[in-house]
């Protein structure tokens, strides 16, 4: 079982109200990601670290903020939520990269912004 | 036309059944290929990972990929109700995971 966690796990917020999701795992893993997925879509990337003071953003284009201060924790911030914003974000982490290598999930933070 | 198609489904098969799940692909590209299973208000999580070409066996699971054709399978024997979810397919063509392209998902339904 995988010892990603994230909080909360369910938020309903007004428009323009600043949010962060939090995500923490004891894994010790490098890289670290956020997902953004919205019922019967795709996964998509928004954000990954591969470490400590290293963030890029993904594939699909985000209003949102990340930081990695410590190797565990990857907080996403909404600076000022708005209705497009709600949906799944999923926090996810991974050893190295290779072959192999497996993405471990969190639970997921489902938002819903009014 | 996205790089990787899922069909949506809902299938629903009655237990015991085998199922096969496919995604097909545009990209020749592509090298690593994977099946995610993610339960319903979950995270997903990785059932099958295949290299290239050929079948791998977990189990009741059977992961298979064509290059020759992009198209990759999973099959499940002695399907269970515990079975039930959605059924993610996600590849890539180098090592990194931020390569990774996934399928929109299909949700399986087994009953009982």
């Known amino acids: 079982e995988a010892d990603i966690y994230q909080t909360p796990r369910y938020l309903v917020i007004g428009t323009g109200k600043k949010i962060t999701l939090e995500c923490s795992q004891t894994?010790?893993?490098?890289?670290m990601y956020w997902y953004q997925q919205d019922p019967g879509m795709e996964l998509h990337l928004i954000h990954y670290s591969y470490g400590v003071n290293s963030t890029e953003k993904g594939d699909l284009s985000s209003e949102s903020t990340v930081s990695r201060i410590r190797t565990e924790h990857f907080p996403l911030t909404l600076e000022s939520a708005r209705p497009s914003h709600t949906s799944q974000y999923l926090c996810?982490?991974?050893?190295?990269?290779?072959?192999?290598?497996?993405?471990?999930f969190g639970e997921g933070s489902w938002l819903t912004v009014v | 036309q996205k790089e990787v198609e899922q069909d949506p489904g809902p299938l629903s098969v009655p237990e015991g059944a085998i199922v096969s799940l496919n995604c097909t692909y545009s990209?020749?590209?592509?090298?690593?290929f994977m099946w995610y299973r993610q339960y319903s208000r979950k995270g997903p999580e990785l059932l099958m990972y295949?290299?290239s070409s050929g079948n791998k066996e977990d189990g009741r699971f059977t992961a298979q990929v064509d290059k020759s054709s992009k198209y990759i399978s999973l099959f499940i024997r002695d399907s269970q109700p515990s079975d039930s979810a959605t059924y993610l397919c996600a590849m890539k063509y180098g090592d990194s995971n931020y390569q990774l392209i996934w399928g929109a998902g299909t949700k399986l339904i087994i009953k009982p």
């Open positions: 894994m010790g893993h490098d890289k």
């Open positions: 996810a982490s991974s050893d190295t990269d290779g072959e192999g290598n497996t993405i471990y």
């Open positions: 990209n020749s590209a592509f090298q690593y």
């Open positions: 295949t290299y």
